[in-house]
């Protein structure tokens, strides 16, 4: 069976640190990755999906940057934080039409201080 | 105007009750439908999906797609406790992998 592993669960940062939050799929070959934040409260908020290694979309021009370096590794990262990048991060994997929806992890939690 | 409206609540309704939930869209291209469950400090996971119009059940569980309306439910019976949490409808189009979602209700069944 399919899983996802996302890491870490909770993390506390300052601002103007880096950020790496790593994503793994397991079972499955070639699936679309994604990248989700909720605020508190909200809704979910796409920032990058990738459909292969190397292929990254970004859909809201921020300062995180997302990377796919293997089929089933999905990273995103960050140079410097800043308070505004606070929030609850969600990766996500679909098979490549994404038509039964997709599978999420279980989040990491970043506060920025 | 959003793609997908969904009343944010909360909701807050009395153990065994009915509960429904909605979505309403615009986008008639859409033929997929999903509900999520999400609870605190977790990553949604899949409840119920349908393609297309008409009913599908599963335990205590429906989820209704009316296309004609744009109009989607999810109906819970006899509510528990531990149906409290946040309910997001999604949407798909026949093409691309794109999910839309909607921002989410928040439900509290009260024992």
């Known amino acids: 069976s399919q899983t996802i592993h996302q890491w870490p669960a909770t993390l506390v940062q300052p601002v103007g640190s880096p950020l790496s939050l790593e994503c793994t799929v397991e079972?499955?070959?070639?699936?679309?990755l994604y990248w989700y934040r909720q605020a508190a409260g909200r809704g979910l908020q796409l920032l990058f999906y990738?459909?292969?290694?190397?292929?990254i979309s970004s859909e809201v021009p921020q300062n995180l940057s997302a990377s796919r370096p293997q089929d089933r590794q999905f990273i995103l990262s960050s140079k410097k934080l800043l308070l505004s990048d606070s929030g609850f991060y969600l990766c996500?994997?679909?098979?490549?039409?994404?038509?039964?929806?997709?599978?999420f992890g279980s989040g990491t939690r970043l506060t920025v201080v | 105007q959003k793609e997908v409206e969904q009343d944010p609540g909360p909701l807050s309704v009395p153990e065994g009750a009915i509960v429904s939930l909605n979505c309403t869209y615009s986008?008639?291209?859409?033929?997929?439908f999903m509900w999520y469950r999400q609870y605190s400090r977790k990553g949604p996971e899949l409840l119920m999906y349908?393609?297309?119009?008409g009913n599908k059940e599963d335990g205590r569980f429906t989820a209704q797609v009316d296309k004609s309306s744009k109009y989607i439910s999810l109906f819970i019976r006899d509510s528990q406790p531990s149906d409290s949490a946040t309910y997001l409808c999604?949407?798909?189009?026949?093409?691309?992998?794109?999910?839309?979602f909607g921002e989410g209700t928040q439900l509290t069944v009260n024992p």
């Open positions: 079972g499955t070959s070639n699936p679309n």
């Open positions: 986008n008639s291209a859409f033929q997929y």
């Open positions: 999604a949407m798909k189009e026949t093409s691309g992998s794109r999910l839309t």
């Open positions: 996500a994997w679909s098979l490549r039409g994404g038509n039964y929806g997709y599978t």
């Open positions: 349908t393609y297309s119009s």
């Open positions: 990738s459909v292969g290694i190397g292929q």
